[in-house]
């Protein structure tokens, strides 16, 4: 019963989103009220019956109703319960309901909160969210439903991959979805200022938080990803440049840049256009690992919805969304004036380089991403582009990026001058000059790596420290700090996390250990400075799985540090082996070891690693998220813009007594 | 969907362990070169992972194999090109340096410079010389809007 209510909420979403496509862009041709603000109640109701919908598809799984198609091919019922919730993502149908729900969620904000747009361009933004939800929601019902019953319900079901039953992976759809989606949020505003014919600094300020959000989630999402990544998948990698992985990274990379322009955008009316094509391009992107995920066409470690004939559609999705919108910028794109005047040395000049380079980046991971399918269809060759070809493409351009962004973020506005900002940024250049000496000292002989890594993180970090005094101003203040808006503290952790994240990736590929062998019970092995034995190997038998869990001692000059309890399992429904690595985090590094099989002298191989700041890739990605979230607490931008007369006149004063 | 599990479990059944202890060599250089070089191949049967990741069965067949030319005194080069006339150009993750592939490695100083040339362009149609930006002032209209304000 609950499941057919789900059903005919779906159903009945997908035509209150096409009434929100259309009715609000009359009402603003006819200049009608009522039927732009229809939009609103729209978006709420549109929401309001994906949400019943999605939770009626929980349900589903939570209870185990194995006469669901979805939930018998992914759930099982001795599936302890986060994973019989996760599950309902876990999969193709499932997913693609998450990700209409959260559209639907971002354009029911947008008609909640967004009491700071005109009436005119809401209605239309919200029409404009309107029609990708009708795009996707048509997309779920006729190609992959997931309320189909099945004729002869079985006793239970095949159980989810159980690679996806795991905390890390169990949160990270919802994450990635938070980011793609969010960025439709600024390709509707974007569409709608080009319906408009209007760009300026207030349309810069709704769109920021926007981008702000989705590229906190992103982060996020990819975080989780790759940790889980490292830990789960046995051999602690943590980027394999895979399509799947491409899919999320070219997205969040032009979301970055889209971040950065529509400041400029904000506080110096220019870069208006090239802001507009970026919004447009990065949902795009995001369209577009829909696609490469969910379609098969790029073979990918984790493709886990293939079907070509599913990619076919969301292909035509894809191609009228942003032909459609390309097609509209082209016709607008050269009425829309930038204002701001600028010199060379400037704050806007350094922007624009960072979006150079980013922009830059995303396409160089797309061209490779494609390459093999374009090699194939137009020039009979059947190749491969891996890893070893994006480290080399791409590395270049974060050195680059890396080294400019420090003395960039410090440039005044409209006019400044290079040796002064240099001489401001004088002492983090030295420490990190030094620091990346002492490392290339110790390290003879070795590639230049990590080095250049060190120097990236420290001139990162502490370039962004030295911006934070230099707001102090002469007298040195430090209550100031405090005051200081919260983009500003935003900035400078987000900064530092993404150093933070160079030197951990630069310090592990450079001084990472690995040892593999054969050991049997009661042996001793050195790695690195630690000794390790192999205590103990025994089975067990845990709710959905068998497990062989080994107990390692680790020790540091023969001092006990911690026992590791590396774990293989075996899911009996899915006939599936998987690998828990014991894992013993530190803060400078983290021992991590992986159980193999079993050998015929009655040893067992086991894998161990030293990875030296693991953690610290993950920890410089939680402070980019939490700078995105400090930003996004900023005042001013929830705020009216000033330069608006439209704008309610209590947010005026609020600016104005700041 | 079971074509979907066939698929993962093809990839994931036996991906937790890659190289095998026994398959090493004792010659550490020569065993460092092997992983190098096992590290560029793609496992012909797997979705996305080298043949020093994967373990399938061929991958492994394939990592004694890049031993075996070693040992028998083949250089690095020698053993790839060895691969690719076997399998084709499909198991280089690095993808070879010839025809339109040059393309493919061209595009990020390609790309660069097409950037900063239109970003140059883009700057200097909006940049002013020094000195040239002064205060414009006030138009005779914000003047006089500003006298509203500060009336009101």
Same mark, same amino acid.
């Given at each position: 019963?609950?499941?057919?209510?789900?059903?005919?909420?779906?159903?009945?979403?997908?035509?209150?989103?096409?009434?929100?496509?259309?009715?609000?862009?009359?009402?603003?041709?006819? #200049?009608? #009220?009522?039927?732009? #603000?229809?939009?609103?109640?729209?978006?709420?109701?549109?929401?309001?019956?994906?949400?019943?919908?999605?939770?009626?598809?929980?349900?589903?799984?939570?209870?185990?109703?194995?006469?669901?198609?979805?939930?018998?091919?992914?759930?099982?019922?001795?599936?302890?319960?986060?994973?019989?919730?996760?599950?309902?993502?876990?999969?193709?149908?499932?997913?693609?309901?998450?990700?209409?729900?959260?559209?639907?969620?971002?354009?029911?904000?947008?008609?909640?909160?967004?009491? #700071?747009?005109?009436?005119?361009?809401?209605?239309?933004?919200?029409?404009?969210?309107?029609?990708?939800?009708?795009?996707?929601?048509?997309?779920?019902?006729?190609?992959?439903?997931?309320?189909?019953?099945?004729?002869?319900?079985?006793?239970?079901?095949?159980?989810?991959?159980?690679?996806?039953?795991?905390?890390?992976?169990?949160?990270?759809?919802?994450?990635?979805?938070?980011?793609?989606?969010?960025?439709?949020?600024?390709?509707?505003?974007?569409?709608?200022?080009?319906?408009?014919?209007?760009?300026?600094?207030?349309?810069?300020?709704?769109?920021?938080?926007?981008?702000?959000?989705?590229?906190?989630?992103?982060?996020?999402?990819?975080?989780?990803?790759?940790?889980?990544?490292?830990?789960?998948?046995?051999?602690?990698?943590?980027?394999?440049?895979?399509?799947?992985?491409?899919?999320?990274?070219?997205?969040?990379?032009?979301?970055?840049?889209?971040?950065?322009?529509?400041?400029?955008?904000?506080?110096?009316?220019?870069?208006?256009?090239?802001?507009?094509?970026?919004?447009?391009?990065?949902?795009?992107?995001?369209?577009?690992?829909?696609?490469?995920?969910?379609?098969?066409?790029?073979?990918?470690?984790?493709?886990?919805?293939?079907?070509?004939?599913?990619?076919?559609?969301?292909?035509?999705?894809?191609?009228?969304?942003?032909?459609?919108?390309?097609?509209?910028?082209?016709?607008?794109?050269?009425?829309?004036?930038?204002?701001?005047?600028?010199?060379?040395?400037?704050?806007?000049?350094?922007?624009?380089?960072?979006?150079?380079?980013?922009?830059?980046?995303?396409?160089?991971?797309?061209?490779?991403?494609?390459?093999?399918?374009?090699?194939?269809?137009?020039?009979?060759?059947?190749?491969?582009?891996?890893?070893?070809?994006?480290?080399?493409?791409?590395?270049?351009?974060?050195?680059?990026?890396?080294?400019?962004?420090?003395?960039?973020?410090?440039?005044?506005?409209?006019?400044?001058?290079?040796?002064?900002?240099?001489?401001?940024?004088?002492?983090?250049?030295?420490?990190?000059?030094?620091?990346?000496?002492?490392?290339?000292?110790?390290?003879?002989?070795?590639?230049?790596?990590?080095?250049?890594?060190?120097?990236?993180?420290?001139?990162?970090?502490?370039?962004?420290?030295?911006?934070?005094?230099?707001?102090?101003?002469?007298?040195?203040?430090?209550?100031?700090?405090?005051?200081?808006?919260?983009?500003?503290?935003?900035?400078?952790?987000?900064?530092?996390?993404?150093?933070?994240?160079?030197?951990?990736?630069?310090?592990?590929?450079?001084?990472?250990?690995?040892?593999?062998?054969?050991?049997?019970?009661?042996?001793?092995?050195?790695?690195?400075?630690?000794?390790?034995?192999?205590?103990?190997?025994?089975?067990?038998?845990?709710?959905?799985?068998?497990?062989?869990?080994?107990?390692?001692?680790?020790?540091?000059?023969?001092?006990?540090?911690?026992?590791?309890?590396?774990?293989?399992?075996?899911?009996?429904?899915?006939?599936?082996?998987?690998?828990?690595?014991?894992?013993?985090?530190?803060?400078?590094?983290?021992?991590?070891?992986?159980?193999?099989?079993?050998?015929?002298?009655?040893?067992?191989?086991?894998?161990?690693?030293?990875?030296?700041?693991?953690?610290?890739?993950?920890?410089?990605?939680?402070?980019?998220?939490?700078?995105?979230?400090?930003?996004?607490?900023?005042?001013?931008?929830?705020?009216?813009?000033?330069?608006?007369?439209?704008?309610?006149?209590?947010?005026?004063?609020?600016?104005?007594?700041? | 969907?079971?074509?979907?599990?066939?698929?993962?479990?093809?990839?994931?059944?036996?991906?937790?362990?890659?190289?095998?202890?026994?398959?090493?060599?004792?010659?550490?250089?020569?065993?460092?070169?092997?992983?190098?070089?096992?590290?560029?191949?793609?496992?012909?049967?797997?979705?996305?992972?080298?043949?020093?990741?994967?373990?399938?069965?061929?991958?492994?067949?394939?990592?004694?194999?890049?031993?075996?030319?070693?040992?028998?005194?083949?250089?690095?080069?020698?053993?790839?090109?060895?691969?690719?006339?076997?399998?084709?150009?499909?198991?280089?993750?690095?993808?070879?340096?010839?025809?339109?592939?040059?393309?493919?490695?061209?595009?990020?100083?390609?790309?660069?410079?097409?950037?900063?040339?239109?970003?140059?362009?883009?700057?200097?149609?909006?940049?002013?010389?020094?000195?040239?930006?002064?205060?414009?002032?006030?138009?005779?209209?914000?003047?006089?809007?500003?006298?509203?304000?500060?009336?009101?």
């Amino acid at each position: 019963m609950i499941t057919e209510l789900g059903h005919f909420a779906l159903l009945l979403a997908f035509t209150v989103a096409l009434m929100q496509a259309t009715i609000p862009l009359i009402g603003t041709r006819l #200049n009608h #009220n009522g039927m732009m #603000n229809f939009g609103r109640t729209a978006a709420s109701a549109q929401f309001v019956l994906v949400a019943a919908s999605f939770l009626a598809l929980v349900n589903a799984f939570v209870t185990s109703d194995f006469s669901l198609r979805v939930v018998t091919l992914n759930s099982h019922s001795l599936k302890p319960l986060i994973y019989k919730v996760s599950g309902t993502w876990g999969n193709h149908e499932g997913s693609m309901l998450l990700w209409v729900l959260i559209l639907a969620l971002f354009g029911a904000c947008a008609a909640w909160f967004g009491s #700071n747009l005109t009436h005119r361009f809401r209605a239309t933004a919200l029409a404009v969210q309107g029609a990708i939800g009708v795009a996707f929601l048509g997309f779920i019902i006729f190609t992959s439903n997931p309320f189909l019953r099945l004729v002869v319900p079985p006793f239970d079901g095949q159980d989810l991959n159980p690679l996806l039953q795991d905390p890390g992976l169990a949160f990270h759809p919802p994450f990635l979805y938070l980011g793609y989606v969010g960025l439709s949020m600024a390709f509707s505003f974007a569409v709608a200022a080009l319906i408009q014919g209007r760009v300026d600094a207030a349309w810069a300020r709704w769109v920021r938080p926007w981008t702000l959000a989705a590229w906190t989630f992103l982060t996020i999402g990819i975080a989780l990803g790759s940790w889980w990544a490292y830990y789960e998948l046995g051999w602690g990698g943590f980027w394999f440049w895979d399509p799947v992985e491409n899919a999320s990274f070219m997205p969040w990379l032009l979301a970055a840049a889209l971040l950065h322009s529509s400041v400029v955008v904000e506080k110096r009316e220019s870069l208006k256009s090239w802001t507009i094509l970026l919004a447009i391009m990065a949902f795009g992107f995001s369209l577009l690992g829909t696609f490469i995920v969910r379609s098969g066409v790029l073979t990918s470690v984790h493709a886990f919805a293939n079907d070509p004939e599913r990619g076919v559609v969301i292909l035509g999705i894809l191609f009228f969304f942003v032909g459609g919108a390309l097609t509209l910028f082209a016709v607008r794109a050269p009425h829309l004036q930038s204002q701001g005047v600028f010199n060379v040395i400037s704050r806007e000049t350094a922007l624009v380089l960072n979006n150079i380079l980013l922009a830059v980046s995303a396409f160089v991971v797309f061209v490779g991403t494609i390459w093999p399918l374009i090699a194939e269809i137009l020039f009979d060759r059947t190749l491969s582009v891996g890893p070893p070809f994006f480290n080399i493409a791409f590395t270049p351009l974060m050195i680059l990026l890396g080294f400019a962004l420090p003395l960039g973020s410090v440039l005044p506005w409209k006019r400044g001058q290079l040796g002064k900002s240099m001489r401001q940024m004088k002492l983090p250049l030295v420490f990190a000059l030094a620091l990346a000496g002492l490392v290339w000292a110790m390290q003879t002989g070795r590639s230049l790596q990590a080095p250049i890594g060190l120097f990236l993180g420290a001139w990162l970090v502490s370039g962004a420290v030295t911006d934070l005094v230099m707001r102090l101003g002469q007298e040195r203040d430090i209550t100031r700090l405090l005051r200081l808006p919260r983009a500003d503290w935003g900035k400078a952790v987000a900064h530092s996390g993404l150093g933070i994240t160079m030197l951990a990736i630069a310090a592990l590929l450079a001084w990472e250990k690995e040892d593999i062998r054969v050991v049997k019970v009661g042996e001793t092995w050195t790695v690195g400075n630690y000794q390790l034995t192999l205590k103990d190997v025994r089975s067990e038998r845990v709710a959905n799985y068998q497990a062989t869990v080994a107990d390692v001692a680790l020790m540091q000059n023969k001092k006990l540090i911690t026992i590791m309890q590396p774990e293989k399992r075996f899911y009996p429904v899915a006939k599936m082996p998987t690998t828990e690595a014991g894992i013993d985090y530190r803060f400078l590094r983290d021992v991590y070891i992986v159980l193999g099989d079993a050998q015929e002298n009655g040893g067992w191989t086991v894998r161990s690693y030293i990875k030296p700041f693991a953690n610290w890739i993950w920890a410089g990605s939680i402070l980019m998220a939490f700078g995105g979230f400090l930003s996004l607490s900023d005042r001013r931008l929830r705020t009216a813009p000033t330069g608006r007369k439209s704008g309610p006149r209590h947010a005026v004063r609020t600016i104005s007594a700041e | 969907m079971k074509h979907l599990i066939v698929i993962i479990f093809v990839l994931f059944a036996t991906a937790v362990m890659a190289v095998e202890p026994h398959e090493t060599l004792s010659d550490r250089k020569l065993e460092e070169r092997a992983r190098d070089i096992s590290k560029g191949l793609r496992c012909p049967v797997c979705q996305n992972e080298s043949i020093d990741e994967s373990s399938a069965e061929i991958a492994a067949d394939l990592r004694v194999l890049v031993r075996e030319r070693l040992v028998a005194g083949d250089s690095n080069q020698e053993v790839v090109d060895f691969m690719v006339t076997r399998y084709g150009e499909f198991v280089l993750l690095k993808p070879s340096a010839f025809g339109v592939n040059i393309l493919l490695w061209a595009i990020t100083p390609l790309m660069l410079l097409i950037a900063l040339v239109i970003g140059a362009l883009f700057i200097r149609a909006h940049s002013a010389l020094p000195g040239k930006i002064q205060d414009e002032g006030l138009s005779d209209a914000e003047k006089a809007e500003l006298e509203k304000l500060l009336k009101s």
